[in-house]
């Protein structure tokens, strides 16, 4: 079975810390894309990565980085994080289903920022 | 710009009840469209996607139909079971691009 696995279910910090978030796919696919989510926003893109080393801002990229040393590993990082950035944070890999593609996604790591 | 609308939730049903989650979009270009469903403690997975117009995606019981002309991909299931509870995610895609866009997702209870 296909995997997209994040490092951790939940996670505390305090303002102003540096924060990194993991996340591993196993099936070899080039896309990988870090979504936040919040009530009653859905799902927003923060940044994705099409190749290694190579990315893309989302559409809320502003005080988040990352990195894709790896293909199979895609990390975010929160410079400097603030309690705005309290959220779900989701990690996704993109795979063609036939036609059109599809996302696997993690279980999502649940960030508070205190 | 291009959007997706779904029906605020949560949307609570007797088992076995018909299930209706309405979803409409805006687009330029070709979406595909998607239905994803989160459980409870998961990421989201895909249930079902339609590439065109008039296409009709279907899974475990669920089913959605591309209407063009409507600018909609409505979700349905005739009877629902307890472990139907989630949460359901509209979604769209324009073909060559690398962005989805997701809807706010509606929340689904059914009672035993």
């Known amino acids: 079975d296909v995997k997209v696995t994040q490092s951790s279910r939940y996670l505390v910090k305090r303002t102003g810390e540096k924060v990194f978030l993991e996340c591993v796919q196993d099936m070899d696919h080039e896309n990988m894309f870090w979504y936040r989510q919040d009530p009653g926003l859905g799902l927003r893109l923060i940044y994705f990565?099409?190749?290694?080393?190579?990315?893309e801002k989302g559409d809320i990229p502003e005080g988040y980085s990352v990195s894709r040393e790896k293909k199979e590993r895609f990390s975010l990082i929160l410079e400097s994080a603030s309690t705005n950035q309290t959220s779900m944070y989701l990690c996704?890999?993109?795979?063609?289903?036939?036609?059109?593609?599809?996302?696997?996604f993690g279980s999502g790591t649940r960030l508070t920022v205190v | 710009g291009n959007s997706v609308t779904q029906m605020e939730g949560p949307v609570t049903l007797s088992e076995e009840a018909f299930l209706t989650i309405n979803c409409t979009y805006t687009a330029t270009g070709y979406p595909s469209l998607f239905w994803y469903v989160q459980y409870p403690g998961e990421g989201l997975q895909l249930l079902l996607k339609?590439?065109?117009?008039?296409d009709k995606g279907s899974n475990k019981g669920f089913e959605a139909t591309y209407r063009k002309e409507t600018t909609s991909f409505h979700l349905e299931k005739g009877s629902v079971q307890v472990s139907d509870s989630a949460v359901y995610f509209c979604a769209l895609s324009i073909t060559g691009g690398f962005k989805t866009i997701f809807g706010a997702g509606t929340r689904l209870f059914v009672k035993a």
């Open positions: 996704a890999s993109r795979y063609d289903t036939g036609g059109a593609y599809g996302y696997t």
């Open positions: 990565s099409y190749d290694v080393k190579m990315k």
């Open positions: 339609a590439t065109k117009a008039d």
